[in-house]
């Protein structure tokens, strides 16, 4: 029997990479939809969980992505409402790659070294992939600043992980140079989440600074989000840091959502979300 995958996109447009993935991670059928949200996913929910019968349904599975956090977390929810005893399918959220690519870093950060008791700033924190890592940093036991060009956009998503995941966050502005050396005061730890092609950090704010220990840039479009770093970097040392680059950390991404994907056709409840998603790259790892 075929392993399909419906493929929810709250955008217009649904991505061409998370279709690419879902191949690649073992889907049979890709079928994407655009435009998806909670208010219009009631009959696509009811025709993957009552065509087939209980033991085939784990052959039926639905993708959650889009641009928009928080559309596609409603969306994620919304879903999983209309399940009801065995009729149900497994369902996966990752919103621009937020969940994969922030689960990744920080699993590598764990990695080249604890995280309890540091210091970590999130700069441009408040999109998908910022968020979910500031909550993963937090999870790993760090103080975790998290940074936004706006103090009200830092706060508001503070307060939105805070609810969801139960972490304390600390909201930060850094808008230019000035703020973000405040930002980075007695911190170990640097994650950048930026947009592609957005400087986040200049050289020399890294590179003499007293306090950190590990970097980590998701950028994978010139000019990267940290100058004077490799987008190959992987736990490279540079001015006696530790030092992770975008295509560094999108090694193992891949490896991850592929993987993600084989565990949606291994039984019908599977419901990947970003803690769940953040376990599994432990487990590839072998990091805790």
């Not at 939809?33 to 009959?43: D, F, K, P, T, Y």
């Not at 503070?158 to 909201?171: I, N, R, T, W, Y």
Request: charged letters at 20%; a neutral charge.
């Amino acid at each position: 029997m075929k392993k399909l995958l419906y493929h929810f996109d709250t955008d217009p447009i649904p991505s061409v990479f998370d279709s690419v993935v879902a191949y690649d991670g073992g889907a049979d059928q890709v079928t994407q939809l655009g435009g998806i949200h909670e208010n219009n996913c009631a009959s696509l929910v009811e025709g993957a969980i009552y065509t087939r019968a209980p033991k085939h349904k784990k052959n039926t599975a639905i993708f959650v992505g889009g641009s928009s956090l928080i559309s596609s977390q409603s969306l994620f929810e919304a879903i999983q409402s209309h399940f009801f005893q065995d009729f149900r399918v497994s369902v996966m959220l990752d919103s621009n790659g937020c969940n994969t690519t922030a689960a990744a870093g920080v699993t590598l950060l764990n990695q080249a070294g604890s995280l309890a008791g540091k210091i970590a700033v999130v700069l441009a924190g408040t999109g998908p992939v910022g968020q979910r890592a500031a909550v993963m940093l937090a999870q790993s036991g760090a103080q975790v600043r998290l940074t936004s060009r706006e103090m009200s956009r830092s706060k508001q998503a503070c307060e939105d992980m805070g609810k969801q995941f139960g972490v304390e966050l600390a909201p930060v502005e850094a808008r230019d140079h000035g703020s973000v050396q405040i930002a980075l005061e007695g911190a170990q730890v640097v994650f950048g989440a930026g947009k592609a092609g957005i400087r986040l950090l200049d050289a020399e704010q890294w590179q003499k600074h007293d306090s950190i220990e590990i970097l980590a840039d998701v950028s994978t479009a010139e000019p990267l989000g940290f100058e004077g770093i490799n987008m190959n970097d992987r736990n490279t040392e540079r001015f006696g840091k530790k030092v992770f680059g975008g295509l560094g950390i999108g090694a193992l991404k891949l490896k991850l959502h592929r993987a993600c994907i084989e565990r949606l056709f291994t039984s019908n409840d599977q419901v990947l979300d970003a803690d769940a998603i953040y376990k599994i790259a432990q487990q590839m790892t072998g990091s805790r």
